[in-house]
T-cell receptor, first 113, second 115 residues
Framework: GESVGLHLPTLSVQEGDNSIINCAYSNSASDYFIWYKQESGKGPQFIIDIRSNMDKRQGQRVTVLLNKTVKHLSLQIAATQPGDSAVYFC????????????FGRGTSLIVHP | DTAVSQTPKYLVTQMGNDKSIKCEQN?????MYWYKQDSKKFLKIMFS???????INETVPNRFSPKSPDKAHLNLHINSLELGDSAVYFC??????????????FGPGTRLTVL
């Protein structure tokens, strides 16, 4: 079965709010995690990544948090904008030299103006 | 200056036909992939090629045959198309070396509809 999953298939927020998208993974050996954003009709696009030796990484308006104890990953988007509306995927590399990511189910983020 | 391009963008065909999807990347990556995305948006890897050599074949029916003439191209040929093959197919590329991360760059997708 899948080792990467998402708690919320759809998340609706108001413009300006902060969004948090969650992801659970089951493989303790996973050493690299990526968040992708997929807009309608387009391919997934890299947002931010984090290695297993870190617990937090920040980008522009986005922050990824990694909790290895409970095997949980989250993506925080500050001041969410309508342009953030998309499907968000977390992906994990399973370690041991594996560079093939396993994608989670995806969460649809809907931002209301 | 498209990074990863795929053709065609849409493909509508009858069951039993044979079709091909082409993919090219101009990023200098050494690894390319094919993914299938179903109607529920689930992304499943099908194949991965590194420097023209097949690395991953994720239990894909042998009706699907990838071809990599060089490391910038990875084409997908599908024989005897079935209804269940209807999906969006994404090509992607990356560097294999974990030191630079494995961020994948995806193409725009090819929506295949089998009638």
């Amino acid at each position: 079965g899948e080792s990467v999953g998402l708690h919320l298939p759809t998340l609706s927020v108001q413009e300006g709010d902060n969004s948090i998208i969650n992801c659970a993974y089951s493989n303790s050996a996973s050493d690299y995690f990526i968040w992708y954003k997929q807009e309608s009709g387009k391919g997934p696009q890299f947002i931010i990544d984090i290695r297993s030796n870190m617990d937090k990484r920040q980008g522009q308006r986005v922050t990824v948090l990694l909790n290895k104890t409970v095997k949980h990953l989250s993506l925080q988007i500050a001041a969410t904008q309508p342009g953030d509306s998309a499907v968000y995927f977390c992906a994990e590399n399973r370690g041991g030299g594996s560079y093939i990511p396993t994608f989670g189910r995806g969460t649809s983020l809907i931002v209301h103006p | 200056d498209t990074a990863v391009s795929q053709t065609p963008k849409y493909l509508v065909t009858q069951m039993g036909n044979d079709k091909s999807i082409k993919c090219e990347q101009n990023l200098g990556h050494d690894t390319m992939y094919w993914y299938k995305q179903d109607s529920k948006k689930f992304l499943k890897i099908m194949f991965s090629y590194n420097n023209k050599e097949l690395i991953i074949n994720e239990t894909v029916p042998n009706r699907f045959s990838p071809k990599s003439p060089d490391k910038a191209h990875l084409n997908l040929h599908i024989n005897s198309l079935e209804l269940g093959d209807s999906a969006v197919y994404f090509c992607a590329s990356s560097f294999r070396t974990s030191e630079v991360g494995n961020e994948q760059f995806f193409g725009p997708g090819t929506r295949l509809t089998v009638l």
